[in-house]
């Protein structure tokens, strides 16, 4: 087994304990509100529909002679105590010892008052009240079981307080059918007693079984070392999921390849995606703590959890940002790609949607860059004849953001092509529009090719500072060579500009007061595939939108020809 692997056994104890955790009492909590909310209808219902059919069949009966002859006040004493158990679960949240009190005396009690009632039928013709009291007995205690979480341990116990009123009551009823029959104070309490052992075996092998199901299905939302805990994203090349590292609890995104996506190439593009990404360690890059399989083949990565909002909401919400912001972010970018580029990798999908704010170690405005899918190999390892996998011989990426040699040359592409994207950030960031916002994804192509970009300042009809305009339009440049050298010159550039400062203390003040409005968007798992990707098939001159990758199979490609 692999290390830091656990086996099954040790995994059911681990997460049997896990269930006791606040989710664990929470979803406990929740049960024991629905089962009292059950148990008040079922009540009700025989106490309204018994009394009123009495009152409408036998004249001389009256609902006086029903509360007081026929049990009637204890029956609505056992429906108070269904109804305060729904009450006192219902709202606000109760400690687990409190839960654990509630689960334990609610039965017990009920049967009762229960017993109560039906013992004000002994010696009415025709009645049976053990019989009554059986079925009651048994409808109670079959219900918890299905519904309130508990080790078999537990529902042992409050199954087996919960029938002693009945045998109570088998016994009284056993003593005075020994006037007329001499066995039935023997055969009475004996055909109770096995009838209450039958319902107690089987709610707790019910409740074992149920609890067992529940604890298996924790495990199968474990990777490894990894819990899953909800889905946050999906795109072209897997399934992201909020998780949690089991043993340092830390929030953590798993990104996972589905069986049916997992072909031979898909799986080895995934791969490729993961190990091309941790090699990557600059604070302002995504950062990659695990991967591995599980021992049915699904391949999965762990990484860093964002907590933040992404540059394309953030325009979308709050519309065009501060220039000082914008250029506190675009460095942080650079950061990102200098380092990537100086190793030889591109990124090919620098976006808005692709950069997350969020807050670390005490600092606000942390930008990040995540979704290195795409990213290309400027210097490729050997590949043995393998098929080629970095799609150099493909139009990727997003077409709002599209270099002009990404449409035309897409195998030239090489850093500053990520630079021309960053300058299409930066534009969205100044002005809340894209550099070009044409309808169709080749007319946009074609602008990116062909139009001059209108100045940021014109664009957004205020003055922004002249040196980042042409900042802005330098990195757009139609030729490479144009645009700034790279990374590292372009984040030179930036830091010497005077848009004025962005401080940790205006960034703070700033998450503070938006925080409730943030509160929609994290945390952002921009980990997956943006929905508005386009792949080009250059042999065939395929268009399409979709993944951001190309389809492994005939039938996905995009029947939508170039120059259509």
Request: with cysteine; charged share 20%.
């Amino acid at each position: 087994m692999p290390s830091g692997e656990r086996s099954p056994s040790t995994l059911l104890g681990r997460v049997a304990v896990e269930l006791d955790s606040e989710e664990g009492r929470a979803f406990l909590q929740e049960r024991l509100a629905f089962f009292g909310l059950l148990s008040t209808l079922l009540s009700g219902t025989f106490l309204v529909v018994g009394n009123g059919t009495a009152l409408l069949t036998v004249p001389e009966h009256t609902l006086a002679i029903a509360l007081r002859d026929g049990g009637g006040q204890w029956h609505a004493a056992a429906l108070g105590v269904s109804a305060l158990v729904w009450l006192s679960t219902r709202f606000g949240p109760r400690s687990l010892r409190a839960l654990a009190l509630i689960d334990l005396l609610a039965n017990p009690v009920a049967i009762v008052f229960y017993a109560l009632m039906t013992r004000s039928a002994l010696g009415q013709a025709g009645m049976r009240p053990d019989l009554t009291l059986m079925l009651v007995l048994m409808t109670l205690i079959t219900a918890r079981a299905i519904l309130v979480p508990s080790r078999a341990g537990q529902t042992l116990v409050v199954s087996v307080l919960s029938t002693l009123p009945a045998l109570a009551q088998s016994v009284e009823i056993g003593r005075r059918l020994a006037e007329v029959v001499p066995a039935a104070w023997v055969l009475g309490p004996v055909t109770t007693l096995l009838w209450s052992a039958s319902t107690v075996v089987i709610a707790t092998v019910a409740s074992h079984t149920i609890y067992g199901l529940r604890v298996r299905a924790a495990v199968a939302q474990r990777l490894g070392q990894y819990e899953l805990l909800e889905k946050i994203g999906e795109g072209g090349m897997g399934v992201v999921y909020r998780a949690r590292h089991a043993m340092l609890r830390r929030p953590t995104a798993v990104k996972l390849l589905p069986p049916e996506k997992a072909g031979t190439t898909t799986v080895s593009r995934f791969e490729r995606e993961v190990r091309l990404t941790a090699r990557l360690t600059h604070p302002n890059t995504v950062a990659v703590y695990d991967y591995g399989r599980t021992p049915d083949g699904l391949f999965y990565y762990a990484m860093e959890l964002l907590d933040g909002i992404d540059l394309e909401h953030l325009v979308r919400t709050h519309g065009p940002q501060p220039p000082a912001r914008v250029v506190h972010v675009l460095q942080q970018v650079c950061g990102s790609l200098a380092e990537a580029h100086a190793i030889g990798l591109v990124h090919r999908d620098i976006k808005p949607a692709n950069v997350i704010l969020c807050q670390r170690g005490g600092q606000s405005d942390v930008a990040k860059v995540v979704d290195f899918g795409l990213v290309k190999e400027l210097i490729p390892e050997p590949t043995r004849g393998a098929p080629q996998l970095s799609g150099v011989n493909a139009i990727v990426g997003t077409p709002l953001y599209l270099s002009p040699e990404a449409v035309t040359e897409p195998e030239r592409v090489d850093a500053r092509s990520d630079l021309y994207a960053l300058g299409a950030v930066a534009y969205f960031l100044l002005t809340a529009q894209p550099v070009f916002a044409h309808g169709s994804v080749m007319e946009i192509c074609a602008a990116h090719l062909h139009e001059r970009p209108v100045a940021p300042s014109l664009r957004l009809g205020e003055r922004l500072p002249e040196d980042l305009d042409e900042l802005v339009l330098a990195c757009l440049a139609k030729l490479p060579a144009a645009r700034p050298a790279s990374a590292d010159t372009l984040r030179s550039a930036l830091l010497a500009l005077d848009v004025g400062a962005w401080t940790e203390r205006d960034s703070a003040r700033w998450w503070q007061e938006h925080a409730e409005t943030l509160h929609d968007h994290l945390p952002v798992a921009r980990h997956e595939d943006s929905p508005t990707a386009l792949t080009v098939d250059v042999g065939e001159r395929v268009l399409g939108h979709g993944s951001g990758r190309q389809s492994d199979s005939p039938q996905a490609r995009p029947a939508r020809r170039l120059g259509q």
